[in-house]
DNA sequence: TCTGTATATGCCTTGACAGGAATATGCGGA
DNA sequence: TCCGCATATTCCTGTCAAGGCATATACAGA
């Protein structure tokens, strides 16, 4: 069986590779064939296919047969699941915010104090 | 010069090690030292510096020296990034669940049309 | 059925990276 | 100053993934 965050590794590495990130940013403004994509990226088509095929074992894509080509489009579910999970770290940013916050407001009233406690 | 993505790469390439990922969604609670880790994450304790060295060159976590021990905070900087980037992708869900929403309705009028043009 | 176009797959080489084990470094206390 | 603890670095090895190139597959049209 497999951990639960597989799938979010799997998506995270899929997306470290640059010329798959631009592929999915590409896809982003609609479906394409793969040659398309080739030229527009400037990469070699058995590369893109392979790109591709990854992509598509990530579930960021999916493909429809169209005679001979492929039209290949973005699913956008995995990124759903990355925004799921950063849901729970968005409490740290406004936390973080308001810290920063708390420093400016101590530097204007020139007060002066002893460092707190961390909770 | 850099890719301007290239942040969101290193980024991606951190979080897509396992090992990592788990030492982040640790340190989401809050600070903690190298050995804790380790120990928490069943982890060597060179693996575990080894991989905080490469979360912290992608500025996801930041040191503090504690006496003869440092102390790791997640730094949340980089998944503000990422929240950002996709951003642009949130649109694309909610078209899908229109679309979706679309079929649904059509099945249930038991309407039959005819394939429509992509726009 | 033969051909050409579009795409997928296989093989090879190379580079990056993770874990393991040994060792180096930094710092506080005696 | 010497020792010990906490952490960082180094070296080694195995694995895996990406690009380049050649080739296989699939399908439409003549």
Redesign the interface.
């Known amino acids: 069986m497999e951990?639960i965050?597989?799938v979010?590794?799997?998506t995270?590495?899929a997306?470290?590779?640059?010329n798959r990130?631009r592929i999915v940013e590409l896809l982003?403004a609609g479906a394409r064939p793969v040659n398309d994509i080739g030229v527009e990226l400037d990469l070699a088509q058995p590369q893109v296919s392979k790109h591709l095929r990854v992509l598509k074992e990530v579930g960021l894509v999916e493909v429809e047969a169209r005679a001979q080509q492929r039209l290949y489009a973005?699913d956008?579910?995995p990124?759903?699941e990355?925004?799921r999970w950063?849901e729970?770290?968005?409490a740290?940013?406004v936390e973080?915010f308001e810290q920063l916050d708390e420093v400016i407001n101590a530097a204007h009233t020139q007060e002066k104090r002893r460092g707190r406690k961390k909770r």
Not at 15 to 18: I, K, R
Request: glycine share 0%; net charge positive.
């Open positions: 951990n965050w597989s979010m590794y799997a995270f590495a997306l470290a590779e640059p990130f982003r973005l956008p579910a990124l759903q990355l925004d950063l729970k770290y968005r740290l940013w973080r």
